[in-house]
Nanobody, 110 residues
Framework: QVQLVESGGGLVQPGGSLRLSCAAS???????MGWYRQAPGKERELVAL??????NYADSVKGRFTISRDNAKNTVYLQMNSLKPEDTAVYYC??????WGQGTQVTVSS
């Protein structure tokens, strides 16, 4: 399976923005890509999915997050706007059948 490396996390204030990147080891054309997150004490959840130009989002992030991909760069992005403290989590990108990587920490706090 394709290997993925997440980056772009950090500490931001409520209402701020971050853009997460997911760099793939090879072409991701034709591969469904998802962003997941896991908050402390909670199970990992699907945040956004992109496949064949279609996107889906968890209700909690609709209107605030945007998943996109640049196939020429073998990269998937998650633009995160209007961040809330409850968005605090480790964020992972994932492809079907793949292993889970290290993720990138997003902390939203004043």
């Amino acid at each position: 399976q394709v290997q993925l490396v997440e980056s772009g996390g950090g500490l931001v204030q409520p209402g701020g923005s971050l853009r997460l990147s997911c760099a793939a080891s090879r072409s991701i054309i034709g591969i469904a890509m998802g962003w997941y997150r896991q908050a402390p004490g909670k199970e990992r959840e699907l945040v956004a999915l992109i496949f064949n130009g279609n996107t889906n989002y968890a209700d909690s992030v609709k209107g605030r997050f945007t998943i996109s991909r640049d196939n020429a760069k073998n990269t998937v992005y998650l633009q995160m706007n209007s961040l809330k403290p409850e968005d605090t989590a480790v964020y992972y990108c994932h492809a079907p059948g793949g292993d889970w990587g290290q993720g990138t920490q997003v902390t939203v706090s004043s």
